[in-house]
C-alpha cells in the first residue's frame, strides 16, 4: 500500500477534508514534530493515534483525507507527513496577522514565540488608548486603530486577532471585516456575529476553566457517594433503599 496518492495538484483539496478533520491536524502536526526533534524519521498510525489522543481508525481516516496512506508495518514517513499537513493547513506560507488590543493580554500574545514558529508573523498592533498607541510592544509600534484599514492593505493582512475588552469586541470585528480580514480570533469574553464568509474563532479562557470546574465538582461528587471506589468497578451501591444505584444518581 503506498504511502501518498496524490491529487492533480499535488496538494489536498481543502473543501475535501471535513472541518473535524482540520480541527485534528494540528494536534498530530505538533506530535509530530515532537518525533522529528526526536529524530524518529517514522511513525505508526498506533503511536500517533496514541500520543495526539485520538483512535487509531479515526487517525487513519484523517490522514486518508490527506491523500496519506501508511505503508503497512512499516507506518508514516515523519517528515513527509508533517508536510502534507503544513500543506493542507497552509502553513507553508507566511501569514500577517494584526493584533488590536495592546493590554496586558495582548502584550503576552504578541510576546509568544510560537506564532512565528508556525509561521504567523505579527505585522501590525493596533489599539484605540491613546496612551498605548506611540509605544513600542516586542520591536513593533502601536497604532491608532483610525489606521487599521491602511495597515492591513499594506501587509495583505487576513488574519486578525481580538484581545480587546468585551465591550468593545463587536465594533472591533466589524473594523476588522471592513478592513479586508476575513479571519478572526477572539479572545475577547463576548460571541461575534460576522458576516457569511467570515471565519470567527473564540478562545476562552474562562469558560474552560467552568468546564473544568463541572468535571472536578463531578468527581466530588462521585467520590462523596462512592468514597471506597465501588462504581468504578461498576458494581452497584445501596444507600439502604432497595434497588438504588449511586450511579443513576451522579449520571454519566
Not at 37 to 59: C, D, H, T, W, Y
Not at 214 to 237: M, N, S, Y
Request: a neutral charge; proline letters at 5%; aromatic letters at 4%.
Amino acid at each position: 500500500m503506498s504511502e501518498q496518492l496524490p491529487d492533480r495538484a499535488g496538494v489536498p483539496s481543502q473543501r475535501a477534508i471535513p472541518a473535524a478533520t482540520v480541527a485534528r491536524l494540528p494536534g498530530y502536526l505538533r506530535v509530530l514534530g515532537e518525533f522529528a526533534n526526536g529524530q524518529q524519521s517514522r511513525i505508526s498510525s498506533s503511536q500517533l493515534a496514541i500520543a495526539a489522543g485520538v483512535n487509531p481508525a479515526k487517525l487513519r481516516k484523517d490522514l486518508s483525507h490527506l491523500g496519506s496512506y501508511g505503508v503497512r508495518g512499516v507506518g508514516y514517513t515523519v517528515e513527509h507527513l508533517m508536510d502534507q499537513i503544513s500543506r493542507a493547513l497552509g502553513l507553508n506560507r507566511d501569514w500577517p496577522v494584526v493584533v488590536v488590543g495592546v493590554g496586558h493580554l495582548g502584550r503576552a500574545l504578541v510576546g509568544y514565540d510560537g506564532f512565528a514558529a508556525r509561521g504567523f508573523r505579527i505585522a501590525a498592533l493596533v489599539d484605540a488608548n491613546p496612551t498605548i498607541v506611540g509605544q513600542h510592544v516586542s520591536g513593533l509600534p502601536v497604532h491608532d486603530m483610525t489606521q487599521l484599514p491602511a495597515l492591513v492593505s499594506a501587509d495583505g493582512v487576513k488574519i486578525g486577532i481580538i484581545a480587546t475588552p468585551a465591550v468593545a469586541a463587536q465594533e472591533v470585528c466589524d473594523q476588522l471585516v471592513s478592513a479586508g480580514v476575513t479571519s478572526i480570533l477572539n479572545f475577547a469574553p463576548r460571541v461575534l456575529t460576522a458576516a457569511s464568509g467570515i471565519e470567527v474563532r473564540k478562545v476562552d479562557v474562562a469558560m474552560e476553566l467552568q468546564i473544568l470546574s463541572f468535571h472536578e465538582h463531578r468527581r466530588d461528587t462521585e467520590h462523596r457517594r462512592d468514597p471506597v471506589g465501588v462504581l468504578a468497578t461498576g458494581g452497584p451501591i445501596s444507600d439502604g433503599h432497595a434497588g438504588f444505584d449511586v450511579r443513576a444518581e451522579v449520571g454519566s
